[in-house]
């Protein structure tokens, strides 16, 4: 059985479970239409984060990126009237960021947990100080852009179409171009690729950049959504990305993933708070029950891997 397989049946019997306590709430497309605008958020975080972890980094300050560039998208906005405009000054800052985490990490040499950390509460904190603790409103956000960012296409969400296009153009990149090889093997081994000429350092670069465009372009859709930006924007995303990642049977250690897992492994993060609401739970138990199935994706994926390594001798 593979890793799919496996995350695949484990996102059924979750939905069987909630199902089968509250079938008025799971039987109904309400619950799922909801999803549509929720999940994505996760989902495009994952696609910005899944392929530097695939790489052998991590980025921890990407909530942060959330929070500031979303302030410039709202200040922007507000000072211009113009929202392409204020998308574009967004994006931007989110190059720039993950840019400058590249700097620490690739030409400082500072491992990239260390600094990503350091990084989120460099712009967390500016963030804070450049509104003054106040947030935003969006509410005079009208028009095309808006439309094409949280508007509805057939009654479908638009972030839902684009995480979707963004989830088989990050599987192209990573299995289907020659880029994507440069992300395995600096992953795998990141020696035996630069002895391959392979440019460890500029992948590296631009997956870091790639990571800061997405968090910008989640930060974007979410504020447009609420119609407001907050200074907390991007709180509490850190441990639902990295759940959905890792349920998704990506490793920490590098050198592979799975693009469809993190697809599924989004998901079942992002209905599992409302399903054990529906149950009649306190929400208070969310982060118990994202702990044990980590716990018991971990423990089913090292039993998957030990047993591929064997059948491999």
């Keep these: 059985m593979s890793k799919n397989l496996v995350i695949t049946a484990i996102l059924f019997v979750i939905l069987g479970v909630f199902t089968a306590f509250s079938p008025e709430v799971f039987l109904a497309k309400n619950i799922y239409f909801n999803y549509l605008t929720s999940v994505p ?10 392929p530097l972890i695939i790489s052998g980094e991590f980025d921890m300050s990407f909530p942060a990126t959330m929070a500031m560039s979303g302030f410039v998208f709202s200040y922007v906005f507000k000072a211009s009237g113009n929202l392409a405009l204020a998308t574009l000054a967004s994006l931007s800052f989110g190059a720039l960021s993950g840019a400058f985490n590249a700097i620490l990490v690739i030409n400082a040499k500072i491992p990239s947990i260390i600094a990503t950390i350091g990084t989120q509460f460099f712009w967390r904190g500016l963030a804070v100080v450049l509104s003054g603790g106040l947030s935003l409103s969006l509410a005079s956000a009208e028009g095309f852009m808006k439309e094409l960012f949280v508007g509805r296409i057939a009654g479908v969400p638009a972030q839902s179409i684009i995480a979707t296009i963004l989830a088989i153009l990050t599987y192209i990149m990573i299995f289907k171009h020659k880029f994507g090889d440069n992300i395995l093997f600096s992953g795998d081994n990141a020696k035996a690729a630069k002895m391959l000429s392979i440019n460890v350092a500029r992948s590296k670069y631009l997956l870091f950049i790639n ?21 907390t924007q991007g709180d509490g995303y850190m441990l639902l990305v990295f759940a959905a990642i890792f349920i998704g049977g990506t490793g920490v250690s590098g050198g592979g993933g799975s693009v469809y897992g993190t697809l ?20 208070f138990y969310t982060r118990v029950i994202y702990g044990a199935i980590i716990i018991v994706s971990v423990v089913i994926y090292a039993k998957f891997d030990k047993n591929s390594k064997v059948r491999s001798l």
Aim: glycine content about 12%; charged content about 5%.
């Design 264 to 283: 599924i492994g989004s998901i079942i993060i992002g209905i599992m708070e409302s399903g054990i609401v529906a149950m009649g739970f306190d929400a």
């Design 41 to 50: 958020i996760i989902l495009i975080l994952c696609l910005g984060l899944l």
């Design 211 to 231: 990571m800061g465009v997405m968090s910008a372009l989640a930060s974007i859709i979410l504020s447009l959504e609420f119609i407001n930006w907050w200074p």
